[in-house]
Nanobody, 130 residues
Framework: EVQLVESGGGLVQAGGSLRLACTASGFTSGDSAIGWFRQAPGKECEGIACIKNSDGSTYYDDSVQGRFTISRDNAKATVYLQMNSLKPEDTAVYYC???????????????????????WGQGTQVTVSS
């Protein structure tokens, strides 16, 4: 079974940076994608970035475009989310999720579909102070 473990959250001042990591295990053959989601208090969980394993194509939500970068290190089975120029509104619990169903990984932007994500990590808190 696929397992995902996130790390790297914490407290940072506005304008600062953090790097989240999502280490995956249990994947079998076939394509997959890793997405990053976040859920702020009182708000719905939203997909903010995604990377496809087969071709490295990516997707970013407008709210993080230009500030966050998703990348992968296949040798370490880890996907990173580099977060720069953090704002107080980025405060949330951040989750990584994995998807292997072909319909959901045809394009990286499919991460915004409500039912995206077969497997989920436990989440990591990111708090940005003003």
């Amino acid at each position: 079974e696929v397992q995902l473990v996130e790390s790297g959250g914490g407290l940072v001042q506005a304008g600062g940076s953090l790097r989240l990591a999502c280490t995956a295990s249990g994947f079998t053959s076939g394509d997959s994608a890793i997405g990053w989601f976040r859920q702020a208090p009182g708000k719905e969980c939203e997909g903010i970035a995604c990377i496809k394993n087969s071709d490295g194509s990516t997707y970013y939500d407008d709210s993080v475009q230009g500030r966050f970068t998703i990348s992968r290190d296949n040798a370490k089975a880890t996907v990173y989310l580099q977060m720069n120029s953090l704002k107080p509104e980025d405060t949330a619990v951040y989750y990584c999720a994995a998807e292997t169903r072909p319909l959901f990984i045809v394009q990286a932007f499919m991460v915004v579909v409500g039912t995206w994500g077969e497997y989920w990590g436990q989440g990591t808190q990111v708090t940005v102070s003003s």
